[in-house]
């Protein structure tokens, strides 16, 4: 939350603990529509993408076997403008609910398991690299296929750590 300085946690359904807004990506849906859409089925709020903190690309199989393959790409995000900042609290189908934390909060959530803690350490290392200025990149680095490419890397690659604040991580995944 840019006026806070905390990040968002999810509280994952089914005893998981906390974690990011996350989820797949819908047929027809960009990964841009996917992370606002699970980031409000998730947490409740409504979000503007900033940048991206990371695209991992995963493939998977034996040789010989079909390939699955994997992409996740970590949206950097802050709570849309003119709408509300407060996370839901009522359990419902997608998460038990969700809170703005600190990283303090989020190291002390670290060293408990699930239910009572983090899902995993991923939320709370980006939210550490974002606290640390680490770079992130612009939305325009990944672009939709019809568009082409609308960037060349090393001008993204320049302007990333400019203007960071920190506020909502997000990650979706394709398969």
Sequence with gaps: HPATGCFLAVKESRGRGWWLPAGHVDRGQTF???ARREALEESGLEVDLVGILGIEHTLKGLPGEEE???MRVIYYARPAKGRSDKPKSKPDEESDGAAWMTIEQLERLATKPPPAGL???ELLR???HVEAGGPVFPLALIG???QGPSLSLASTAESASCGVQR???ANHSSR
Excluded: F, Q
Aim: charged content about 45%; proline content about 0%; overall charge neutral.
């Design 32 to 34: 841009a529509e996917a």
């Design 68 to 70: 699955d393959a994997r």
């Design 119 to 121: 899902r995993g350490k």
């Design 126 to 128: 980006w939210g550490k």
């Design 144 to 146: 939709e296929e019809s």
């Design 167 to 169: 506020g909502v991580l």
